[in-house]
């Protein structure tokens, strides 16, 4: 301990310093105590010339070398023992980051659990949100197209949920007594299925949903026809599959197909004749972006 760490400099910044790595359930060992086990993961070495202050990590663990100047002309003196200390934290913490890195070479030593425990990943929760044009085909007849947004928490695990909420507008229907036009207003919830193997630029997954369609239903009877506009619900158990690609970490471009079976459907009649209907197998496509937060 060279000047200017004299024994009262010494006392504080090693009481500062252990404080702090108790918390963490790591412990401080003072130049001549014994040592538990196989012997420290990390030495700390401090040299001073004047008021400029090199502190000095050697890591076991990593085999690491790392060193950082400290100046202390403009810190208080007594503020000193605490800036110096935080030094020296900050630089294990750098020492140790490696062993998190998933591509990191292997430790040259057993990694104890409680620095483990520091550098572990954390799982992120983070939320895809998306965007998308898309296109319906019913058995019953009718087909709709339109937009829809998407929230979806970030594929992190096996189970991904999502909701979805879409505008679609039909093609004019042509029936015998008049036109049909319809609106349908959309609103989804499910859970995906991550599908291996999940490459760094793309994924797969496969989806199970229902999907609650209120339709608003124009008609424009000829002049010899009566007709009335009216609103109904229909209800899908829709399936499908999912393929994404990542251009960058937080954005890319999803494409998903699914079919559906009706739990509830509806038909518009001319007569007694179905000329449409949100009735029948049900097939999707959707084209669109996502961007995911934080």
Known sequence: MPAPFDAGFRALLVAQLEAGLEARHIELCATGAPFTRDGPASEIALSARGENVTVTVLDAITGKRLERAVALAPVPRDARPLTVALAIDELLRASWVELGLPDAPPPARPVPPEIGALVAPRPRRAVEFGAALAAERFGGGTTLGGIELVARRA?????????????????????????????????????????????????????????????????????????????????????GLRGAVRLTRAFGFALAGSVGVPLRAVDVLDGETRVAGLSGPLLTLALGAWWRFP
């Not at 349908?184 to 630029?201: D, H, K, M, Q």
């Open 155 to 239: 594929p992190a695990g096996l189970v991904i949920p999502h909701v979805a909420v879409g505008l679609r507008r039909g093609a004019t229907v042509h029936a015998a007594d008049g036109d049909v036009r319809a609106t349908a207003f959309e609103a989804e919830a499910g859970v995906e299925l991550a599908l291996p193997p999940r490459a760094r630029r793309w994924e797969l997954q496969l989806g199970l949903s229902g999907r609650l369609l209120h339709a608003v239903l124009s008609g424009r009877p000829r002049a010899d026809a009566r007709g009335a506009d009216a609103t109904a619900d229909a209800l899908y158990l829709v399936a």
